[in-house]
């Protein structure tokens, strides 16, 4: 997964629970932190027997969650933040049949930050291995200046 979605990256390892639960500083409304496993299916008629239904829930809706099968090695989790205490947009139809989407107001920036009020929920931060050594230490000293483990991948 380094190569496809992370040349060079960072990884941050933690678990689901520690990652939802991990206090947010006060000050700010508390956003909202959703789990989202990803559904794999090649067709909609695979969704349609597990239960999805796209004549209730928009088509490019359930495209957050899903993922073809030959991406199910990756047995990934996504997480949805959101603004405001409101985990969705409401979602209704109109005479004509065009779906209409309400949003909390204000509307919602494009990004927001998630700022927390420590950083125990961290379990290591993980480097990719073809980063330089040189980058790798700076990573490093940053992580150690938070009582953080650090390591180098060894994929």
Do not use: C
């Not at 933690?14 to 947010?24: D, P, S």
């Not at 909390?104 to 291995?129: G, Q, R, T, Y």
Request: aromatic fraction near 12%.
């Amino acid at each position: 997964m380094w190569k496809a979605y992370a040349p060079k990256g960072i990884a941050i390892r933690t678990t689901v629970g520690k990652f939802k639960n991990a206090a947010q500083e006060s000050g700010n409304e508390r956003l909202t932190i959703e789990l989202q496993k990803i559904v794999y299916a090649d067709n909609w008629r695979e969704l349609d027997q597990r239960g999805y239904r796209h004549s209730e829930e928009p088509q490019n809706m359930l495209f957050l969650h899903t993922k073809r099968k030959a991406f199910s090695s990756e047995t990934e989790i996504r997480f949805r933040i959101s603004p405001f205490g409101r985990d969705r947009a409401e979602i209704g139809w109109g005479q004509d049949g065009t779906i209409i989407f309400s949003y909390p107001l204000p509307a919602s920036p494009e990004w927001f930050p998630v700022v927390f009020e420590n950083l125990d929920w961290i379990e290591e931060v993980v480097v990719e291995s073809s980063i330089s050594s040189r980058v790798a230490s700076m990573i490093r000293r940053q992580v150690n200046q938070h009582n953080l483990k650090f390591r180098v991948s060894d994929l």
